[in-house]
């Protein structure tokens, strides 16, 4: 019976810490990339430091309406700490939603949810560095190419940067802008195959961005009580609407495109299939190299073959 009573309350203890790793951006992001028993013992140390806090704050004193229910918490589960087993599951939700609003209050001022900025700074910090690269191609709809084992090449705009790139199962969603393959002995580029729905795709991002950047500006003025009438309000959503507008012109340009989504045309590709990865410039061979190759006639690589540090 003894060792049944310590069970339920280790219980709490690992739950709680569960709770508060799974709530609180920070932990959120380590427990992604945890497994088996490192997650174990992340949840319990989770819980241990907040059962510590839990039980030394009670033991400061209570009020009467405190003992009260305790007392019924004793009479219910006639376990030893059981009121304050139930307080440190309470505790462990409020603590990492107060952290949380924490961190949303240092954010202010960011047009990125908390919890994205919260995992591009951990991803910045502790990130290898393939995922910092899929980050901030994400983030900056940068180019990237990506150069497969299998000597295939995608060259396109990150969907969806995994936060956690070291495990097996992790895939990379990428709308290609074109794919190719090198060669089995020179590893020089071969034919392309063009992707044309790249342009629809980033157009209706970018719509969706500006919407949800207006959305949030409006729900943060709402939150803080803020006159939406004020001046400097009214210029900056004004921005925003132009913004809006813009995203909504670069998308008409497409005509009606029907039932046809840039979405249909993602490749998802196993991270443990990449053997290189770069970001992509068009532009950056005949920004650096084309006085270079004008006064080398044996250089004649094409700048489609150039571009992109992936070979």
Known sequence: MAMGGAALILLPLLISGYLFNLIFYPLRYFSGKAEGQKLFFMAA??????????????????????????????????????????????????????????????????????????????????????????????????????TLKSRKIYCGRIREAPTDTERDDVCVEIVPLFSSYRDKDSLRMGERTEYPLIELWAAKRNLESRRGERTLFEARIKELGFDIEDAMLQKERSKLDAMIRDAECALAKFGNVGEIHAEDWIKVIPLREIESASFYDADAYRAWFSARTAESPAATTPASEATGSGQ
């Open 45 to 146: 140390g989770s819980g241990l430091a907040l059962t510590f806090i839990v039980f030394g704050l009670s033991s400061l004193g209570a009020s009467d309406i405190v003992r009260g229910l305790a007392d019924s918490f004793h009479r219910a589960i006639p376990l030893p700490h059981s009121f304050r087993a139930a307080l440190t599951l309470v505790a462990s939700v409020g603590a990492a939603f107060f952290l949380n609003a924490v961190l949303w209050a240092i954010h202010q001022g960011k047009r990125q949810s908390t919890a994205k900025w919260v995992y591009s700074w951990m991803t910045e910090s502790f990130g290898s560095s393939i995922a910092q690269l899929l980050r901030r191609a994400a983030e900056e709809q940068r180019f990237v190419m990506l």
